[in-house]
């Protein structure tokens, strides 16, 4: 069973092209065929398997409303159910799915932009945090070379630099293992849209 993610990815697209065939005069069940020869992901996979069921005698009403409850996206049952009502009422398929692919559109615009949006002040983090951590970890590591008599002087807290120092290479690493986790959160986040 598809992911919500899997079937919204290149839904707008079959929607897009079934309302192109449809208005250039081709039938339903061609256009299915057309899908399903490949390009869409899972909804590629989906309509072959109507496709391979209705040459064994199923009816186009009962395989639609077979991936309509197996769907997991929202999106994907409206497109599917808007399919089988033209089956079985003959409605003006094309017009339905421009007004849902406009939908379609639309809630993909909106998932972008909060995505966007969750990002926005993330590169200048990961800047600032990849820039400075290098300048500041190394400027602490090189104070016992630069003046050692500043670690024998009875100044409070020189023996903590001394030992600071000592964790310049780690402290790089620990520094490229939190900006690599930030990355994949962000990178986890991403609504698929694309």
Do not use: W
Not at 26 to 35: S, V, W
Not at 85 to 95: I, K, M, Q
Not at 122 to 145: D, K, N, R, W
């Amino acid at each position: 069973m598809a992911t919500e993610s899997q079937e919204s990815a290149d839904l707008l697209y079959a929607m897009r092209a079934v309302m192109v065939l449809m208005g250039s005069g081709i039938g339903l069940e061609a256009a299915i065929q057309m899908i399903g020869r490949g390009g869409y992901g899972v909804i590629t996979k989906d309509f072959k398997n109507v496709v391979e069921n209705l040459q064994k005698g199923s009816r186009l009403e009962d395989e639609l409303t077979r991936l309509s409850t197996k769907a997991s996206s929202k999106g994907y049952r409206r497109f599917l159910s808007t399919l089988r009502s033209n089956v079985s009422s003959d409605t003006d398929l094309v017009r339905a799915l421009q007004q849902q692919s406009e939908r379609e559109e639309e809630e993909r615009n909106e998932k972008l932009k909060g995505y966007i949006e969750s990002l926005s002040g993330l590169p200048t983090i990961l800047l600032t945090l990849g820039m400075l951590s290098p300048i500041i970890f190394g400027i602490v590591a090189m104070v016992p070379i630069i003046a050692p008599e500043l670690m024998s002087s009875p100044i409070p807290g020189m023996s903590q630099v001394a030992a600071m120092a000592s964790c310049f290479g780690p402290a790089l690493f620990f520094t490229i293992a939190v900006m690599c986790m930030m990355g994949y959160k962000a990178h986890s986040k991403d609504p698929g849209v694309i």
